[in-house]
Structures are given as C-alpha cells and as structure tokens.
C-alpha cells in the first residue's frame, strides 16, 4: 500500500485556495474592537456576526475530549454534509469510483448519485462482516473512497477490527469509518489510529448518542493534509453560530451524555429481552448501536400492524440481507414500554 494525498485529490482541488472571509481573517478574542470588515448588522441579537468559519471554540472543545489535534477536526453541517465533501474533494465525476457495502447507510449511495460517481456494491458476508477478498477484487485505481460503517446502520453490528485494519492496510484510497454510533458501542474509536493510517478518515455526529439531531453537527476527523484538503472547499460558514455553542454546551456536559447512553444501553436490553419472547420475532441480531434489527415473519405486515397501533419503526425489507427485517429505535421507557406491550398484542 503506499497513500498519496496528492495522487487521490482533484485535480480542480488541488489549485484551489480556500475562501477567505472577513472573520477568516479577523476573529474577535475577546477585546473591543470595532467590526466594520463584513457588512453586517451592528445591533446585537446574539447572533448578528457571523460565526467563526474554523470554529475554533468548538474544535478546541471536540479535540481534548477526543484526544486529538484541532487541526485533524473539520466540521460540517451534519455527518451528511461531511460525507458530501468528501465525494467533491476526492471524487473525479464520470471517472472515479466508491465502493459501500450494503445493507449499509443509504446516504452513500444518494451523494455517489448526486455527485456522478460510480458506487460499487460489495454485499456483507452472511454475517454482517466486510467480504475483504470480494472488496479488495473490486478496487481498482480509480477507486477513492471506501465506505465502512461501523457499527454498521441498519445492522446494528461492529465490524471485525483485523478486517478493518486489513482494508486499511491494503487499500491506498481513502478508508471512511463512520462512526455515527461509536458511543453506543464497546469498541474503541479508530481515532486512536490515526497516526498509524495516512489513509484513515472518521466520521461522527451529534445526532445520535449527544442527542443534538436538530442542530446538525458532523465531525470529521483525519490528518491534518486531508483536513487541509476538504477545508478548501467547505462553506465558509457551515456552522452557524446556534449550532456551535450549542454543541460546546452540549460537549462539556459529558456526563450527562454517558448517563443518557446509560440508560438507552439498559433499554435496549429490555428491548431485546422482550422481542425473544414475540411469536413471530425469528431473529435478535447483535447489536452495538441504539437500535435492533429483529427479523419477523412478514415485515411489511408487521410494520402495518404497529403503525395501527401508533407505534413507528423502520421497515428494512427492501434491503440487501435483511429480507423481513424491522429496525427498533430504543427509545425512552415509556416509548419502549409502547412498543412492547403492540407487540405482545400482536404477538398470538
Ligand atoms: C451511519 C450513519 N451515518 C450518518 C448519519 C447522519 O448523521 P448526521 O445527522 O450527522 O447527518 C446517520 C443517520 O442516521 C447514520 O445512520
């Protein structure tokens, strides 16, 4: 494997330089000065600047509890607009390819549609792991992005770490983890690998553990080359400033983010529990996120069923591997307690 930045980048890319904004260039540090550079309006509201583009607060913020560089954090305007970045940065239209392996997180597959780039499909293997041998088989040099979601959506499962690993090591495109339920997991982040893989890049969010979906808050994390690269061709102002202090509130209050996952964690338990004991629940598949795919007798009947009983989950059936799947959300107890009692109702 040998990664070169510069072979994978764009060639449009790579002349660019970034926006330069007027708080690019000036951004208050507290003292009183007088801002005449931007054309805004001059009476407070709390929000009448513009925010800081780098957002410097929040990623100072981002980065000491994750152990890492601000300078290896760009942030976007959800994990999705992350993920679409990276498909202008990298991607050449009507030239490159992606490859994502299915039943995935159908967002990969949408933004290679909108950005003209060819998906290729390498199904999971029976298990719900990477098919390394049919993956690497795949590849060729106009390959960019490798899309890994782990734990994988609608699944629920972790991928193996030596499978990952493998890819990373022999791949010498870009290695996306999305990471969107890393915190529900009981693995370890790739963010601590990411001296050891050029090639690494992470993706996170606010929306699921944080609780902050409303906000809209992604996180990427890379080398600090590769965060310089897709800083290029960011929005200047892909945060507003709502977002960003909601999010640092939201971030120092780590203890009651890890109270909350607490307790989704011992709901999901119940969940689990209480799906083996439904008559038509064939399978609990294992799961590392804040949902369970089960598979049921006739999923589409079976959604219709609770949606009668004004209870809404994820019908999953159309999806690859997951003929007659139905996706739970844990929710609150309450909520749990609703979905429970439908399907016990349903049950005989
Ligand atoms: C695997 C995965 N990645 C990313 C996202 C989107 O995250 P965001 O809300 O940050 O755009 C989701 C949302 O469901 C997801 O399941």
Redesign the pocket.
Known sequence: MSFNLDKITRENVKGLSPYSSARDEYVSDGSTMVFLDANENPFENGVNRYPDPQQRGLKAILAEQKGIKEENILLGN???EVLDLLFRAFCEPKQDNIITLPPT?G?YKVLSGINLVENREVLLTHEFQPNVEEILKTIDSNTKLLFI?SPN?PTGNSFSTKVIEELLKSFDGLVVI?E??IDFSSEESWTSKLAEFPNLII?Q???KAYGM?GI???ICIASAEIIAVINKIKPPYNVNQLTQEKASSRVLDIDAVKNEVNQILAERAKLEEALKTVSFVENIYPTDANFILAKVDDATLRYNQLLAKGVVVRNRTTQPLCANTLRFTVGTSKENNSVITALKELSN
């Open positions: 959800g994990s999705d997180y967002m979601c959506n999305d969107a339920y993706t969010t606010l929306s979906a809209r808050l992604g």
